[in-house]
Nanobody
Framework: QVQLVESGGGLVQAGGSLRLSCAAS????????MGWFRQAPGKEREFVAA????????YYADSVKGRFTISRDNAKLTVYLQMNSLKPEDTAVYYC?????????????????WGQGTQVTVSS
């Protein structure tokens, strides 16, 4: 199974950028579709972005299209989320997700594996 550890969160001003990383352990990493979700206080966990096992297919929530980019490096067992033009409404805990079934990776209640989360705070 895959274990996930996020890093790269922090405090940034509106309009700034951050890059989140999710380091995975386990030899089956390349068999997993990977994703990022976020959860703001008092809100449900929501889908942000996902990437197929090969990296050839990506999906984004409408709220982040054109600003966020998901990528992965299977040799390094790592998935990334480059976040540009950040807005205060992007403030949340960001979670890395993994699932062997691509059809489940965009739905929080179906995802198999989660990281512990990393806080992103965007000040206005």
């Amino acid at each position: 199974q895959v274990q996930l550890v996020e890093s790269g969160g922090g405090l940034v001003q509106a309009g700034g950028s951050l890059r989140l990383s999710c380091a995975a352990s386990g030899r089956t990493f390349s068999n997993y579709a990977m994703g990022w979700f976020r959860q703001a206080p008092g809100k449900e966990r929501e889908f942000v972005a996902a990437i197929s096992w090969s990296g050839g297919i990506t999906y984004y929530a409408d709220s982040v299209k054109g600003r966020f980019t998901i990528s992965r490096d299977n040799a390094k067992l790592t998935v990334y989320l480059q976040m540009n033009s950040l807005k205060p409404e992007d403030t949340a805990v960001y979670y890395c997700a993994a699932d062997p079934a691509p059809a489940r990776i965009t739905t929080a209640r179906l995802v198999e594996r989660w990281g512990q989360g990393t806080q992103v705070t965007v000040s206005s």
